[in-house]
């Protein structure tokens, strides 16, 4: 994925705690037109392309 999250206007990081692992947070970016989930911090996404429960509770896209 090669969108630039960047852009405040249209994006919101949203720091959520993770529910396996006490101390560990995801770092959801938000899009604000569509109100999902675009991307995460946790490795699920990052090296799987998996949505995470961080993800899915706010939605995914």
Known sequence: MSENF????????????SKVREGVFHKVIKDLESGKAVSCS?????????ACAAMRSIGVE
Do not use: H, V
Not at 6 to 17: H, N
Not at 42 to 50: E, F, T, V
């Open 6 to 17: 960047q852009d405040s206007d249209k994006y919101e990081t949203i720091t959520i705690e």
């Open 42 to 50: 946790c490795k699920c996404w990052s090296k799987g392309g998996k």
